[in-house]
């Protein structure tokens, strides 16, 4: 693996450890302090999960390199299982009887854009076994992780604003 994706996918595992974090405990500080009704745990769902993602995402073909897989076979192992993760959350978020909180509206439009470019892009990915595609959808999902967080913070703050 060269030394630059080996040192792109420490930063963005590095960056969704501390959106995870930071978020996850505004996000709960500010539903702690809301009534059941207007909870929006869908979205927290959503964005925790997606950035947990990609943490794991991040640090999987790290750790097949360590253990001398070629190139090619990383990013194919690692391609399938980021795509298995996506398709679990997808399937997770869709069913009626699933414990996952359900989301409406924009936030699960939001949720959509890396579920559609992971089916792409880490399904090609099986074939081209490069770089490029996991790296690309690494950051389409941290981006819609980050874009979920500021929708939630943006939501709260409007609502408290008309409440005043």
Known sequence: MAPETHDLLALVAEVAIGTVALSGITMVIVMSRQEEGERQT???????????????????PKLLNIYGISEDQVWMISSGGYLAIIIHLQVMRLRRVSRFPKMSGRAAAIVVVP?????????ANLWLRADWPYL??????????????????????????SAR
Not at 42 to 60: E, T
């Open 42 to 60: 869908g979205l927290v769902a959503a964005q925790l999960a997606m950035a947990f993602a990609v943490v794991v995402a991040s640090i999987l």
């Open 115 to 123: 579920a559609c470019s992971g089916f792409v892009l880490l399904a």
């Open 136 to 161: 690309t959808q690494l950051l389409i999902a941290m981006a819609t992780s980050m874009v979920l967080y500021l929708y939630f913070v943006l939501t709260v703050l409007s609502r408290e604003q």
